[in-house]
């Protein structure tokens, strides 16, 4: 596909999409607005994962940070939503720098270690201080972003679609194409005068900040600051379960995953306990048998 | 005497940590694998042995045999059902495998810990103790079965040492975690070597789950930490050393117990946090790595 059609075929769902608070009930709105936010997490992780190579476990340290800086700005200071989005997306980004000075150092298993023991600090260091954060049981917010279904299911989904575009744009353009190519080969790509620290940063900082926009935004979305939305381990796996459902390296396959992913885990609540199992099952068979991912799957059959 | 106390108590988790851990990094050695359904095969273990005991009435004896049997089951089921097909897939570039092999078993661990929570609960279970009673150790009274723990402990690694140093099996297996092209070169099978070293695996990540069991006792919830702590342990130690691994066990474990008692048991994980960072910005390949 190449880079117009692609475009083109985006925006014609995203305006599907837009009309469909038209048609379809709140609660299918309100699983699709979470769906959206979980959405622009995965995309992030592409970039970082499926571009520059970073085997980041833990997205939930980027989100979470975004999150809880604007959500103990906004229960403390009372700032308002905007302004503390911009300094939990700002924060976002200082946690990426403090991530990406031992990625640039370390490899594979150990880099992946350092996510993980981040995230792992943060939601003790919450739980700790339980007195200003709410700790297990959540903060709550005085501001939402809005009331009604529908507003809310608009600024997710305009949310999404302006990520969406700059993260795929991104991905497509030349910038994209070196990430690639220090992710694969740092030495090669260093060797052909790319400066692979430079972009790598870049990547850090591109993927914190709309991790951390999109934490912060799903806090004012649901009212409340909670570890199991935003921090915990499981919600980073999820995060990661999504983009490489959906294929990495394409970003738009993180997306589909992710809505995927929530609306699987919905129809199959029925199921109770078992529904976290269907799903873990569900995602290690695409694993074995398709590795490339829903998206992969569609672009490799059409290229042959 | 709190100091006694710490020391006890530090020394007998610090053994258990010590065998889960050298499993964990044998398997690292041998084929590159880190193994994050490791928490969930311990938990397994534990509540087959409690179910064992319990509710199919073998005693905590055959109890305790049966959850280790089910660890080297799992374990083997884990390697030919997700670990196996990823590393021979044609599908996967080899560059990807590593980040494969750690999702496969991330969702692998999630599915048996989501399975043994729908059987059995998530609520916390604790083994039959193998030896009832308590007794004094150097005035702190001690229960025997924590005595007990650090003995098979010890005797585990004592006869894990004999294995690898004096047996031809061991000395394969070294030589594995070495050079395993070379190996192939001198006419050995890989996939009989990885056979083997899966089932020692089981059986380790068996024993420290048993014996956790009966000390601590589990449940489903503890899956996600009882990996971590193994991953942190063989890092701080060193990937694919096993002395490494052992050093690293008792640092981690008397850490935890030396801030339990005197901070908080709240926080009993953060200075571990705290040290791991530190070890791998300064020393990456931790402190007896090889690389």
């Known amino acids: ?304 | 005497m709190q100091f006694l106390q710490i020391l006890i108590d530090g020394f007998a988790i610090s053994s258990l940590y010590g065998i889960g851990a050298i499993g964990f990094t044998l398997i690292f050695g041998v084929s590159g694998v880190l193994n994050l359904s490791h928490g969930a095969i311990m938990v397994m273990a534990a509540v087959a042995a409690w179910a064992g005991a319990g509710d199919l009435g073998f005693g905590p004896y055959g109890g305790a045999a049966f959850g280790v049997t089910v660890a080297v089951l799992t374990s083997l089921v884990t390697y030919g059902l997700v670990v196996r097909p990823i590393q021979t897939s044609t599908r996967i570039a080899r560059e990807e495998r590593e980040i494969f092999v750690l999702t496969g078993t991330l969702l692998w661990g999630i599915m048996l810990q989501e399975a043994i929570a729908y059987f059995f609960t998530s609520n916390p279970k604790t083994v039959l103790p193998l030896i009832p009673g308590v007794v004094s150790l150097i005035g702190v009274r001690t229960p025997a079965q924590e005595i007990l723990t650090a003995a098979v402990a010890w005797a585990v690694i004592g006869l894990l040492w004999l294995l690898v140093n004096r047996t031809k099996t061991g000395r394969v297996l070294l030589a594995a975690s070495i050079n395993p092209r070379g190996l192939t070169l001198l006419g050995f099978e890989m996939s009989t070597i990885y056979f083997y070293v899966w089932a020692l695996y089981g059986l380790l990540a068996g024993i420290a789950g048993v014996l956790l069991g009966a000390f601590l006792g589990v449940s489903s919830d503890n899956v996600g930490q009882l990996t971590a702590s193994a991953f942190s342990i063989v890092v701080l130690g060193g990937l694919g050393s096993v002395g490494g691994s052992l050093i690293g066990a008792y640092v981690v474990g008397y850490l935890e117990t030396v801030t339990a008692y005197l901070i908080a048991p709240s926080i009993r994980t953060i200075p571990v946090l705290l040290l791991l960072v530190l070890v791998v910005y300064v020393r990456p390949q931790g402190l007896l790595g090889r690389r």
């Open chain 1, 1 to 304: 596909m190449d880079n117009r059609k692609s475009f083109a075929a985006i925006l014609i769902v995203l305006a599907a999409l837009a009309l469909l608070p038209f048609g379809v009930s709140g609660y299918i709105l309100g699983l699709l607005t979470l769906g959206f936010y979980t959405a622009v997490f995965a995309m992030s992780w592409d970039l970082l994962f499926g571009f520059a190579g970073e085997v980041n476990f833990g997205p939930s340290f980027l989100i979470g940070t975004g999150a809880y800086t604007a959500g103990l700005l906004n229960h403390y200071a009372i700032w308002p939503i905007w302004a503390c989005t911009m300094a939990g997306a700002g924060a976002a980004v200082i946690g990426g720098l403090l991530l990406a000075v031992p990625a640039l150092r370390l490899r594979g298993p150990y880099f992946g270690l350092v996510t993980l023991v981040a995230v792992l600090l943060l939601q003790n260091m919450i739980v700790l201080f339980a007195g200003t954060t709410g700790g297990e049981i959540g903060l709550d917010l005085p501001d939402v972003l809005a009331v009604d279904d529908s507003n809310n299911y608009w600024i997710a989904l305009a949310f999404m679609g302006i990520s969406g575009l700059l993260l795929f744009g991104l991905s497509r353009s030349a910038v994209g194409l070196i990430l690639q190519a220090s992710g694969q080969d740092a030495v090669q790509a260093g060797a052909l005068g790319f400066n692979v620290t430079k972009h790598k940063l870049a990547a850090f900082c591109v993927s914190a900040l709309f991790s951390g926009l999109a934490g912060a935004m799903l806090i004012f979305y649901e009212g409340t600051a909670s570890v199991g939305t935003v921090v915990d381990i499981g919600v980073g796996v999820q995060v990661i379960i999504a983009a490489v459902l959906g294929g990495r390296r394409t970003i738009l396959g993180a997306a589909l995953g992710a809505v995927f992913l929530i609306g699987a885990g919905e129809m199959l609540r029925p199921l109770g306990e078992l529904s976290t199992f269907v799903v873990s099952a569900v995602a290690l068979v695409v694993i074995l048998f398709v590795p490339g991912g829903f998206l992969g799957a569609v672009l490799h059959g059409e290229r042959r």
